[in-house]
């Protein structure tokens, strides 16, 4: 089993920056897959972010490249989603996951195993 905890949203002005992370607990860390979503009112979650094991292959949504980063660091049991550029259209309810499922699309919600509860993020236009 694998705790995700997520914390760093708030409210910040079009343009600002936050920093998300999220702390996991349970089995072997250091070995998953890990991915950001996000979900907005009326809408699918989608895929944002995602680390292999090591950090050394990251991929993103193409709305976030170039202004999210994602980083982990697995001594700590960390993993973070930097967010600069932030647009209005950044809203919503981000989640943190962990452990591709056998035969997973890192891109796809269903992929996952684990999940937190989430943490808002909101940007004003």
């Known amino acids: 089993q694998v705790h995700l905890v997520e914390s760093g949203g708030g409210l910040v002005q079009a343009g600002g920056s936050l920093r998300l992370s999220c702390a996991a607990s349970g089995r072997t860390f250091s070995r998953s897959v890990m991915g950001w979503f996000r979900q907005s009112p009326g809408k699918e979650r989608e895929f944002v972010a995602a680390?292999?094991?090591?950090?050394?292959?990251?991929y993103y949504a193409d709305s976030v490249k170039g202004r999210f980063t994602i980083s982990r660091d697995n001594a700590k049991n960390m993993v973070y989603l930097q967010m600069n550029s932030l647009k209005p259209e950044d809203t919503a309810v981000y989640y943190c996951?962990?452990?591709?499922?056998?035969?997973?699309?890192?891109?796809?919600?269903?992929?996952?195993?684990?999940w937190g509860q989430g943490t808002q993020v909101t940007v004003s236009s």
């Open positions: 996951a962990s452990d591709l499922v056998v035969g997973g699309d890192l891109y796809s919600v269903g992929s996952y195993a684990y």
């Open positions: 680390s292999n094991w090591n950090g050394g292959s990251t």
